[in-house]
């Protein structure tokens, strides 16, 4: 026992984790801020408190951050989280004789006050620390852990989220998959490539949770399924069918200790979506049903919501404004801002397909005040991007050609290719329609060149918007051309891999 005559040089990673945790606590400080005040980035903090072991003057920086002398450390506060650590992995009798034998070492730096007072703190922290780590059967009562476990993950960079994975078991927690499939979906409307890293770092996580093989096989389909959903987005619909078939095998052969911990009825939601992308419209309508069938009341409108779209695909613009009518009725505005805001904005684009023009005109004052509540940059250019196409539905150039100038800046800015794409058409129809030919060169040759250019557009995609390229070079490009393409991009016709035909 080195430690009790004087404190030994090894320390160990469980007394980085619980020292460092406490050294935040003395000062109720963020990892941000012990990391400021040593002049160190924030990572490095999320690397000490997963269990790596900071070079020795590092953990005096650390001490002195927080106000203490660093004689402390050793004098102190080690011996304190050693002692502590090691009583809490005894039988009560034992630890209080562990407690016990190590008094004399901390008296002379510990008040009678201080000392039980900090023993408790840290006992507190090993207690809770051990059970992060200690294996059980999932159940519905664990979603308490998840607030905490992804306010501390979400503002990691990448590589330590990697980190935390591989060497803090408390994160090695299946709610945490769910968590990062929910945000794939998210994410998957604006960025596929960032769809795809959160799902398959949610897949990867499911490897690792404790739980048995048979829940990690069921977790692992799961998050399959959004691995899936990430491929269909960025127009891969070979890949994401085969992965769909592994996310359903995986998914069959494991099993839950308790009912209903996963909503089976998101991989019937998410395929129908593939199925709609491949214009397989029996299946696609097939899975939405059972989906609605599996799913709490609360996921109704969600799931209508998704059919609507499906149905849009379809060139049913009239049965899907129906379907939103009863989806509205479902969903709660202020319990699910985000998705009520998406049913009005779909049910004013969907008159516009219809040429009812005047009717989505009076829906745009709340579809913005929708958007500008939930201030989400993507929300707010896409409303703008419908007034450009109520505008130009109604005859009004100018406006629409202002706000079609605008949104394509901003998606240009935000580097969505498949939707600056469609923008800058809809902008040239205008143009051509004016016999504005010229200026439709110069937008092809300046605001899409990097269109062009961008990765991950699909095959069938590049290969239509070069047909347009070389005829707006030429000056040849039509109007009804660039209708004809945008329809063709509107569709999904290019995810299908369905060939553009001029």
């Given amino acids: 026992m080195a430690r009790k005559q004087g404190i030994s040089p090894e320390i160990t990673a469980e007394d980085v984790k619980i020292l460092i945790r406490w ?10 801020q012990l990391a400021a005040a040593v002049g160190i980035d924030r990572g490095t903090i999320i690397r000490y408190e997963a269990g790596a072991i900071p070079p020795r003057r590092t953990l005096e920086a650390l001490v002195s951050a927080v106000g203490l002398p660093v004689f402390l450390l050793d004098a102190c506060l080690l011996p304190v989280v050693f002692l502590v650590r090691r009583a809490a ?4 009798a034992e630890a209080f004789a562990d407690l016990e034998a190590g008094t004399a070492e901390l008296e002379r730096c510990l008040s009678t006050l201080a000392r039980p007072r900090l023993a408790a703190l840290l006992l507190q922290l090993t207690v809770a620390d051990s059970a992060a780590r200690r294996p059980a059967a999932p159940s519905a009562a664990d979603w308490h852990r998840l607030p905490d476990l992804w306010e501390r993950f979400e503002s990691c960079s990448a590589e330590d989220r990697r980190f935390l994975l591989e060497h ?15 945000e794939s979906a998210k994410v998957a409307a604006h960025s596929a490539k960032e769809a795809r890293e959160l799902a398959e770092l949610a897949r990867h996580l499911a490897g690792l949770v404790p739980g048995g093989d048979a829940w990690r096989s069921l977790l692992r389909g799961y998050a399959e399924a959004f691995v899936a959903n990430a ?4 127009g891969d619909l070979k890949a994401a069918e085969a992965c769909f078939v592994r996310a359903w095998t995986l998914w069959q052969a494991g099993t839950s200790p308790e009912p209903d911990l996963l909503p089976a009825w998101r991989l019937f939601d998410l395929e129908a979506a593939l199925c709609a992308a491949k214009r397989d419209w029996t299946r696609a309508l097939f899975l939405h049903d059972n989906a609605r069938d599996l799913a709490p009341a609360e996921a109704a409108g969600r799931i209508l919501l998704n059919r609507s ?3 849009v695909l379809m060139g049913q613009a009239e049965q899907a404004i129906e379907i939103l009518r009863e989806a509205a009725t479902l969903v709660d505005g202020e319990r699910e801002p985000r998705l009520f805001f998406a049913l009005r904005f779909n049910f004013a684009a969907d008159l516009g397909l219809l040429h009812r023009f005047r009717d989505a005109e009076l829906l745009l004052p709340e579809v913005w005040q929708l958007a500008a509540g939930l201030g989400n940059r993507l929300d707010l250019g896409r409303c703008l991007w419908l007034q450009g196409q109520i505008a130009a539905g109604l005859g009004h150039g100018l406006e629409a050609e202002a706000a079609f100038r605008r949104v394509l800046a901003e998606f240009t800015d935000l ?7 469609l923008v800058a058409l809809e902008l040239s129809v205008l143009y051509l329609e004016q016999g504005r030919t010229g200026e439709v060169r110069e ?3 300046d605001d899409m060149l990097w269109i062009f250019a961008a990765q991950g557009v699909a095959e069938e995609t590049a290969k239509a918007l070069a047909v347009f390229r070389e005829a707006a070079l030429q000056e040849a490009a039509t ?10 991009l509107a569709q999904g016709r290019c995810a299908s891999g369905l060939p553009f035909e001029p």
Avoid: N
């Fill in 23 to 32: 050294l935040r606590a003395i000062r109720d400080w963020s990892q941000e």
């Fill in 89 to 92: 992995g005894l039988a009560p």
């Fill in 168 to 182: 803090a078991p408390e994160f090695r927690d299946w709610t945490l998959v769910v968590q990062l499939c929910a």
């Fill in 231 to 234: 491929l269909r987005v960025g």
């Fill in 309 to 311: 779209a499906t149905l």
């Fill in 415 to 421: 580097k969505i290719a498949y939707d600056a794409a």
């Fill in 443 to 445: 937008l092809v040759e």
């Fill in 479 to 488: 109007a009804e051309l660039a209708r004809r393409l945008v329809t063709y």
